[in-house]
């Protein structure tokens, strides 16, 4: 963000504002980490904020300092419309189109609010007045930390925005181990265990909490691996049977794509998952090295992401979606190889 934005940003902050803070649907750590975060951050100046999520998300991130106060647009759509309507600004984070934030996107376009974004993902939309888009950033929490550096403010992080940014973070950066954690995110996240982010309490709190139902699915998942030698692929399907087999929840099956990336000369995995509520196949992919999933995904499965790491999702069923996966994939075969 240029000088003359953050001015602006900041008189637009003087006075307390009427304030939603957005995050995608589906929202993960990255996403939970930095609405919760900026929403303390804009509360301790009296603003009137809330956090809007279009669904419900996994249970390993509900002990976050804030998440009794978030609004879930699928199961609150009278009150979420009401205060998006209201909205003076409105903060959409981790994403940069308006569609991924499924159901509320219609009333996101028809608000009159401000709208500002901060998000690390590629080829963003031109729906908010103010840009903060950078995709070399490891999370869109550690740009929420230089959004507030950019105000001035970093002396007014207390523990709970530590807890949450610290949170996005390591999670969005595989706990630190993505090529892109830079020495600048290490230097974030020491900063932000200074003031107050318990990191071995919020790793646990995250990985640490399995149920007995989601190893037996991480079992089946490692079951049904797939790998395509020649081609440096791996893949792992989940039918809806398998879900309620082993009683899925929301984000049982998060990580498990990197299984596939983890074996021996694999650069490139994905993993499907039926949903027959939505009617759909998710589709989450990794890569190492130069092989851009992002543009795997956007050419092949109405997705997008980063250069390493993707989503997209298929409407044919689970065994249409595979088959269309393995014949696409000679396309690549050169990328693949290399």
Not at 18 to 31: E, L, Q, R, S, T
Not at 67 to 86: G, M, P, R, T, Y
Not at 191 to 211: C, F, P, W
């Given at each position: 963000?240029?000088?003359?934005?953050?001015?602006?940003?900041?008189?637009?902050?003087?006075?307390?504002?009427?304030?939603?803070?957005?995050?995608?649907?589906?929202?993960?750590?990255?996403?939970?980490?930095?609405?919760?975060?900026?929403?303390?951050?804009?509360?301790?100046?009296?603003?009137?904020?809330?956090?809007?999520?279009?669904?419900?998300?996994?249970?390993?991130?509900?002990?976050?300092?804030?998440?009794?106060?978030?609004?879930?647009?699928?199961?609150?759509?009278?009150?979420?419309?009401?205060?998006?309507?209201?909205?003076?600004?409105?903060?959409?984070?981790?994403?940069?189109?308006?569609?991924?934030?499924?159901?509320?996107?219609?009333?996101?376009?028809?608000?009159?609010?401000?709208?500002?974004?901060?998000?690390?993902?590629?080829?963003?939309?031109?729906?908010?007045?103010?840009?903060?888009?950078?995709?070399?950033?490891?999370?869109?929490?550690?740009?929420?930390?230089?959004?507030?550096?950019?105000l001035g403010d970093l002396d007014n992080i207390n523990s709970e925005i530590a807890t949450c940014l610290y949170t996005g973070i390591m999670t969005d950066t595989g706990s630190f181990r993505f090529p892109s954690t830079t020495s600048r995110t290490h230097h974030v996240v020491g900063d932000l265990m200074e003031r107050g982010a318990k990191n071995s309490e919020i790793h646990n709190q995250v990985y640490d909490t399995n149920s007995y139902s989601r190893l037996q699915l991480l079992g089946r998942a490692l079951q049904n691996l797939k790998v395509i030698?020649?081609?440096?692929?791996?893949?792992?399907?989940?039918?809806?049977?398998?879900?309620?087999?082993?009683?899925?929840?929301?984000?049982?099956?998060?990580?498990?794509?990197?299984?596939?990336?983890?074996?021996?000369?694999?650069?490139?995995?994905?993993?499907?998952?039926?949903?027959?509520?939505?009617?759909?196949?998710?589709?989450?992919?990794?890569?190492?090295?130069?092989?851009?999933?992002?543009?795997?995904?956007?050419?092949?499965?109405?997705?997008?992401?980063?250069?390493?790491?993707?989503?997209?999702?298929?409407?044919?069923?689970?065994?249409?979606?595979?088959?269309?996966?393995?014949?696409?994939?000679?396309?690549?075969?050169?990328?693949?190889?290399?």
């Amino acid at each position: 963000m240029i000088k003359a934005q953050i001015s602006e940003i900041k008189t637009l902050l003087g006075t307390p504002q009427d304030i939603v803070i957005v995050p995608h649907k589906n929202p993960d750590g990255d996403a939970v980490g930095s609405t919760l975060a900026l929403y303390h951050y804009l509360k301790a100046y009296s603003h009137r904020a809330t956090v809007v999520a279009p669904n419900d998300y996994p249970d390993f991130l509900k002990w976050l300092p804030g998440n009794d106060e978030v609004l879930i647009f699928e199961s609150q759509q009278e009150a979420c419309e009401a205060l998006i309507h209201k909205a003076q600004l409105i903060f959409t984070l981790d994403f940069n189109a308006l569609h991924r934030t499924g159901d509320m996107a219609t009333s996101l376009e028809q608000s009159s609010a401000t709208k500002i974004m901060i998000d690390h993902h590629q080829q963003p939309d031109t729906y908010a007045k103010y840009t903060y888009s950078d995709v070399s950033m490891s999370s869109t929490c550690e740009m929420v930390y230089n959004f507030i550096e950019l105000l001035g403010d970093l002396d007014n992080i207390n523990s709970e925005i530590a807890t949450c940014l610290y949170t996005g973070i390591m999670t969005d950066t595989g706990s630190f181990r993505f090529p892109s954690t830079t020495s600048r995110t290490h230097h974030v996240v020491g900063d932000l265990m200074e003031r107050g982010a318990k990191n071995s309490e919020i790793h646990n709190q995250v990985y640490d909490t399995n149920s007995y139902s989601r190893l037996q699915l991480l079992g089946r998942a490692l079951q049904n691996l797939k790998v395509i030698p020649e081609l440096c692929t791996a893949y792992i399907t989940l039918s809806q049977a398998e879900l309620d087999e082993f009683n899925f929840k929301k984000g049982d099956t998060e990580g498990f794509v990197n299984y596939g990336l983890s074996l021996k000369d694999i650069i490139f995995a994905a993993i499907f998952i039926e949903n027959e509520q939505e009617g759909i196949v998710k589709v989450s992919l990794r890569s190492k090295g130069t092989f851009s999933v992002n543009a795997f995904s956007r050419a092949h499965f109405n997705g997008g992401g980063h250069t390493n790491a993707a989503g997209g999702r298929s409407e044919e069923n689970l065994q249409i979606t595979v088959e269309k996966f393995i014949s696409i994939l000679p396309q690549y075969k050169n990328e693949l190889s290399q």
